[in-house]
């Protein structure tokens, strides 16, 4: 069978993983800092919808791009087997561009933008 075999100790750590890391984000940035004393709670659910919208750009970007004729997918190389290298570039062009955009979300977004919901 080709692939990874999703075991219970294979799902669970990266799991644990996951709550460990928040919880010390958590403990470090929201309760060290006595952040929910500076913020109002509109401003806190606000934070995410950059991130959010960058990432619904990127899908819909990648989405077009994989179903132009630039790029049309998977096709059959001279042996028979799947060329899937147009997709690999996509894929790597999104994730470029996600990184970017995630980077200055992180060094200036916040740092300048002041963000309020009436």
């Known amino acids: 069978m080709i ?16 709550v460990v890391r928040y919880a010390a984000d958590l403990a470090s940035n929201w309760f060290g800092t006595a952040a929910q004393d500076r913020f109002s709670p509109k401003q806190i659910m606000a934070w995410p919808y950059p991130r959010v919208v960058v990432l619904h750009m990127t899908v819909l970007l990648g989405m077009f791009l994989m ?21 690999v570039l996509v894929v790597l062009l999104m994730v470029c561009i996600k ?14 933008v002041s963000v309020t919901i009436d």
């Open 3 to 18: 692939g990874l075999q999703p075991t219970v100790l294979g799902l669970l750590v990266p799991v644990l993983l996951l």
């Open 67 to 87: 179903f132009s004729s630039f790029f049309s997918g998977p096709t059959l190389g001279a042996e028979g087997q799947v060329d899937a290298t147009k997709g």
């Open 99 to 112: 990184l970017v955009a995630e980077l200055g979300i992180d060094t200036v977004g916040f740092k300048n």
